[in-house]
């Protein structure tokens, strides 16, 4: 079982749509979770870390449930500049303060005037 | 702000030869990191360094290897390179201020091809 799965998608959504992603971690030793965004051919960018209480930053709201160890992604109102690739990264802290990043295989989302 | 730094941005090589990918951070992090991402793959991490003159192996260390002479430089090296290492190439920085996880930075990639 890979440590960290999501659905690859493509996501093919309108303008003005709301989408969700999900992603699942087995490690319940995780520490922290982020979600990153890549354009095509470009590097991974943070996009937002995920807090425990849920955090919103405009129209993106991203929630963790250490419960059922799965973190999700919101985007309200897309614009087609959200079509990018959406990888969630799961932060495992070793005991020797090593910071491990795991990088889901990301999700397609592809907006559509 | 040049924050990750990664040369060369493409590279053909021809089976069995070798060479170096650098990585170079502005940013004083303390540590780097080498992933490959291939497609349906995400990034794996092939080495990290958790500071100057120290480097560890990730989940594929095999055909690959590394240096960090210096902090702000962290070195990939291909010693005889096969088709398989075909891929594309991040160097990312972190620091350590954050306890419980710090963003990481990446550099724009290194599209290596191996024919």
């Known amino acids: 079982r890979k440590e960290v799965e999501q659905d690859p998608g493509p996501f093919n959504v309108p303008e003005g749509a709301t989408v969700a992603f999900n992603c699942t971690y087995s490690n319940s030793a995780s520490q922290s979770f982020f979600w990153y965004r890549q354009d095509c051919r470009k590097e991974p960018k943070l996009l937002m870390s995920?807090?425990?209480s849920g955090n919103e930053d405009g129209r993106f709201t991203a929630q963790l449930n250490r419960a059922s160890q799965y973190i999700s992604l919101l985007i309200r109102d897309s614009k087609l500049s959200d079509s990018a690739t959406y990888l969630c990264v799961v932060n495992m802290r070793r005991n020797t303060g090593f910071q491990k990043l795991v990088f889901g295989t990301g999700t397609r989302l592809l907006v559509s005037p | 702000n040049a924050g990750v730094t990664q040369t060369p941005k493409f590279r053909v090589l021809k089976t069995g030869q070798s060479m170096t990918l650098l990585c170079a951070q502005d940013m004083n992090h303390e540590y780097m990191y080498w992933y490959r991402q291939d497609p349906g793959m995400g990034l794996r991490l092939i080495h990290y360094?958790?500071?100057?003159?120290?480097?560890a192996k990730g989940e594929v260390p095999d055909g690959y290897n590394v240096s960090r002479l210096k902090k702000q430089n962290f070195l990939l090296g291909l010693e005889s390179a096969a088709p398989s290492q075909t891929s594309v190439y991040f160097c990312a920085s972190s620091s350590t201020a954050n306890p419980t996880g710090t963003e990481a930075f990446f550099g724009q990639g290194t599209r290596l091809t191996v024919v």
């Open positions: 360094s958790v500071g100057e003159g120290t480097t």
């Open positions: 995920v807090y425990s």
